[in-house]
């Protein structure tokens, strides 16, 4: 039966705003193995899609509709799901300096790359983190993510002092 093999499946959430990304996102991972949660347009939609059930891994665009990823990406983060960013129009913050960044364009063998290494393994439940960015969240406050890293287990802590740390796809290799 389909559907049951479609269940076995380690699941990859997708956050893509275009569509054709996004199709080409999802024929990528059916052919890797993986089932496909999305793709989501904006941080809502996706975040809402957690809901729903928790995915081994996330590739998600920068630039969403309806604004930035960030949201999303700690929302992952408090849920201890590993993810990847697509870069975009809006630079990442330093605070997302452990996560990988794919350029666009991307190979596909690099997006399996990512999924593979990272994702977690069958049966293995993620490990909730503790935001401190919650509540701004929650509230629709804007979330300030440069603040983020201790308390999410990011690795770097200390973007600079007179401006918020940024990062391009260019220095973060995977």
Request: a negative charge.
């Amino acid at each position: 039966m389909p559907g049951n093999d479609q269940a076995r499946r380690p699941v990859v959430l997708v956050a893509e705003p275009q569509a054709l990304p996004a199709m080409w996102l999802e024929d990528m991972l059916a052919d890797e193995g993986y089932a496909v949660q999305g793709p989501y347009a904006t941080c809502q939609e996706a975040v809402e899609g957690l809901a729903g059930g928790e995915p081994a891994f996330a590739v998600v665009s920068v630039d969403l509709q309806e604004g930035p990823c960030f949201p999303l990406a700690c929302a992952l983060r408090r849920r201890g799901i590993p993810f990847a960013l697509f870069s975009g129009a809006i630079p990442v913050p330093r605070a997302f300096g452990d996560v990988p960044i794919l350029d666009r364009p991307c190979l596909t063998d690099a997006i399996a790359r990512a999924v593979r290494s990272r994702r977690l393994p069958d049966g293995v439940p993620a490990e909730p983190r503790d935001c401190p960015m919650e509540g701004r969240i929650v509230s629709g406050q804007s979330p300030e993510v440069d603040q983020c890293p201790p308390a999410c287990g990011g690795q770097d802590a200390s973007p600079g002092r007179d401006q918020p740390g940024q990062i391009t796809a260019k220095q973060v290799s995977f």
